[in-house]
């Protein structure tokens, strides 16, 4: 952590191109709840750098860096990766995103103790937020979307049976890769996902709800109507100084 903490002192400032302030979102919801669907399009269609801690633990376990090596001991042994290693990682993605368009974090914080530490990351660097976008789904709906996703263990791209099928039943259209059901998308698993979310997350909507910051959404609406109203939004809110 110290050894980042100082190469991270060194980066530069946190306004995009041209003196244009750069937006951070933050967005929240279950999983399943399609954050990293509309993360992604931020990123496609606004140039926002897309931040998601499993993307950025998969990446690093690919990498052999070391804390790849040190997270893939956690995970393979079943357990969570600790949070000291998720911050420290997620803290230098927003380094290396300052300069640029803008930020998503997608799915961090999840605990009102990370989103302290957010805050204070941010606070010493100049950094903002706009919005906190909370991604609301009823418990059916999110049971249906997760149930029927499968993935592509190669290349990582994610489809669904019923809204976003392959071309080739079974196989991936990017590598033809025969596709797999994650086993954290199983039924029982993911209903207690769902409800640990909500238990452990319903301070953190709080705390971001009393600051001001909080933009609830409808998450059962199409991905272009959540896309239209959540970048509507975050570019007429003033950014929010951290304390």
């Not at 930020?103 to 950094?127: E, I, M």
């Not at 640990?196 to 059962?220: C, F, K, M, W």
């Amino acid at each position: 952590m110290t050894e980042f903490l100082t190469r991270a002192a060194s980066a530069g400032g946190g306004s995009g191109p041209a003196g244009r302030a750069a937006i951070g979102l933050v967005f929240v919801g279950p999983p399943g709840a399609g954050k990293g669907t509309l993360a992604k399009t931020l990123q496609a269609r606004a140039g926002m750098r897309h931040i998601s801690p499993g993307d950025l633990l998969r990446q690093a376990v690919r990498d052999h860096t070391e804390y790849g090596r040190k997270a893939l001991t956690y995970m393979r042994a079943g357990d969570l990766v600790p949070d000291e290693i998720v911050d420290a990682m997620i803290q230098a993605a927003l380094a290396q995103a300052e300069g640029g368009s803008g930020w998503v974090l997608d799915g961090y914080p999840r605990t009102p103790a990370q989103a302290g530490l957010l805050d204070g990351f941010l606070a010493s660097r100049g950094g903002t937020l706009n919005a906190v976008v909370y991604f609301e789904i009823g418990e059916d709906i999110l049971l249906r979307r997760l149930t029927g996703r499968r993935l592509c263990p190669i290349c990582g791209a994610i489809y669904h049976v019923d809204y976003r099928p392959p071309r080739s039943a079974g196989r991936c259209d990017l590598d033809g890769a025969e596709l797999v059901a994650r086993r954290d998308d199983a039924p029982d698993t993911a209903l207690h996902r769902f409800r640990v979310y909500r238990a452990q997350t319903a301070p953190l909507i709080d705390h971001y709800r009393r600051r001001g910051l909080l933009l609830s959404v409808n998450a059962e609406r199409p991905a272009e109507e959540l896309y239209d109203m959540i970048w509507g939004s975050v570019r007429s809110r003033p950014a929010t100084p951290l304390p």
